[in-house]
């Protein structure tokens, strides 16, 4: 398996406090994305990152930043959590280029 | 951005019958095409892809899958099915003028029955 580890696994917060999410890689890719899955939805990108410092927005980024300080790590933020942004967070890598993406199993995110 | 149909939510199937799951995209643009699967409380896992060559692509598991260019589809199939299969399946279309974005469906379930 790709070396992707998610962390935490699970988390329960209320409306209106931050989350941070983590995600770190021990396969010196380039490239790193952070999706949500929603039931009848398939996954859809919130965010992705083509290097250090470089991060770019996907379709549903609204609600959502994100940092990348070392080529390892990917952070994604909800500054203020809502409801809408309950979900199962899966981060994936990739070299780029059309290559395979390879993903985390997953962060499960409730928001109450 | 692609747009990615999968004409089935959910499949049942016996155990040993083959299954067809059935990917349109919207593009005749070059791009490339993968099916992943996702077993229960698990990531997903890459089954096969397609980047370039021959239309028919062999994956994990005895799966396969066809490229169509005119018809723009990418169906799986598996000739028979195990218990095992028992999971959610993605297909998915990168492109190269956007960045090679992977644009996901919706997913199909597939259940397996004794």
């Known amino acids: 398996d790709a070396g992707i580890t998610q962390s935490p696994r699970h988390k329960v917060t209320e409306t209106g406090t931050p989350v941070t999410l983590r995600c770190h890689q021990t396969e010196n890719h380039r490239y790193m994305y952070w999706y949500r899955q929603d039931p009848g939805h398939g996954l859809r990108l919130i965010h992705y990152?083509?290097?250090?410092?470089?991060?770019d927005k996907g379709e549903v980024s609204d609600g959502y930043s994100v940092s990348r300080s070392k080529t390892e790590d990917f952070l994604l933020t909800l500054e203020s959590a809502t409801s809408s942004q309950t979900s199962v967070y899966f981060c994936?890598?990739?070299?780029?280029?059309?290559?395979?993406?390879?993903f985390g199993d997953g962060t499960r995110l409730s928001i109450l | 951005a692609q747009s990615v149909t999968q004409l089935d939510s959910q499949v049942p199937v016996f155990e040993e019958a083959p299954v067809e799951l059935r990917c349109n995209y919207s593009s005749s643009v070059s791009v490339y095409l993968f099916w992943y699967v996702q077993y229960p409380n698990q990531g997903l896992q890459l089954l096969l892809k397609y980047l370039s060559g021959s239309t028919l692509v062999k994956g994990i598991n005895g799966f396969e899958a066809e490229f169509n260019k005119s018809q723009t589809s990418f169906h799986l199939r598996k000739p028979s099915v195990h218990i095992s299969d028992t999971a959610e399946y993605f297909c998915?279309?990168?492109?190269?003028?956007?960045?090679?974005?992977?644009?996901f469906g919706a997913g199909t379930t597939v259940t397996v029955r004794a």
């Open positions: 998915a279309v990168s492109d190269p003028s956007n960045d090679y974005k992977l644009s």
């Open positions: 994936a890598i990739n070299q780029g280029g059309g290559q395979p993406q390879h």
């Open positions: 990152s083509y290097g250090v410092k470089d991060t």
